[in-house]
T-cell receptor, first 113, second 113 residues
Framework: DSGVTQTPKHLITATGQRVTLRCSPRSGDLSVYWYQQSLDQGLQFLIQYYNGEERAKGNILERFSAQQFPDLHSELNLSSLELGDSALYFCASSVVGGSGEQFFGPGTRLTVL | QQQVKQSPQSLIVQKGGISIINCAYE??????FPWYQQFPGKGPALLIA?????SEKKEGRFTISFNKSAKQFSLHIMDSQPGDSATYFC????????????FGGGTRVLVKP
């Protein structure tokens, strides 16, 4: 158990819908990262937040957005969903300024029908 | 552009054998190279990591070899066990701690009893 929690574990929805994925980082970790894992694209970095502020952006679609709240939990919002958005979404957390280790949550499996 | 190339995509090894996975990177700014192990339905778990100032790091049956001039690094799993059957990802990140991970494409390892 990495100490990173994600909810829900599974999400099934229809095209065009909007969903929210939630992540709670390890206690004491200020930085949260979101990654997408799909069969054709592998593990891809989406976005990073540090202590409530956006710190880095990767290959994140404009239909996707995220935020980190004062209690450090983070939410990833996916809207206007398409079939190709079906994937595993992982959250990771780390102590910025530490060794660089990132600890991953169990993921949310999103299925868009 | 894939910045971390991983090979092979899959490998089968007999119990007690050695599994070797190779990765090559392009970005010379990378200076932290972790390996993650992922079981089906689970999030990636940090296995072992190395920085470029050392050429080898060993933790139990897992060893990372690092060749800075060739921009290559590899994971060796000694005395492979059926419980090691999983997908392994190499990754790299630049600069100070707290940066995004760039992952290789993954290697599915099957250890036959």
């Amino acid at each position: 158990d990495s100490g990173v929690t994600q909810t829900p574990k599974h999400l099934i929805t229809a095209t065009g819908q909007r969903v929210t994925l939630r992540c709670s980082p390890r206690s004491g970790d200020l930085s949260v990262y979101w990654y997408q894992q799909s069969l054709d694209q592998g593990l891809q970095f989406l976005i990073q937040y540090y202590n409530g502020e956006e710190r880095a952006k990767g290959n994140i679609l404009e239909r996707f957005s995220a935020q980190q709240f004062p209690d450090l939990h983070s939410e990833l919002n996916l809207s206007s969903l398409e079939l190709g958005d079906s994937a595993l979404y992982f959250c990771a957390s780390s102590v910025v300024g530490g060794s660089g280790e990132q600890f991953f949550g169990p993921g949310t499996r999103l299925t868009v029908l | 552009q894939q910045q971390v190339k991983q090979s092979p995509q899959s490998l089968i090894v007999q119990k007690g054998g050695i599994s070797i996975i190779n990765c090559a990177y392009e970005n010379t700014a990378f200076d932290y190279f972790p390996w993650y192990q992922q079981f089906p339905g689970k999030g990636p778990a940090l296995l072992i990591a190395i920085r470029p100032d050392v050429s080898e790091k060993k933790e139990g049956r897992f060893t990372i070899s690092f060749n800075k001039s060739a921009k290559q690094f590899s994971l060796h799993i000694m005395d492979s066990q059926p419980g090691d059957s999983a997908t392994y990802f190499c990754a790299a990140t630049p600069g100070a701690a707290g940066n995004k991970l760039t992952f290789g494409g993954g290697t599915r390892v099957l250890v036959k009893p």
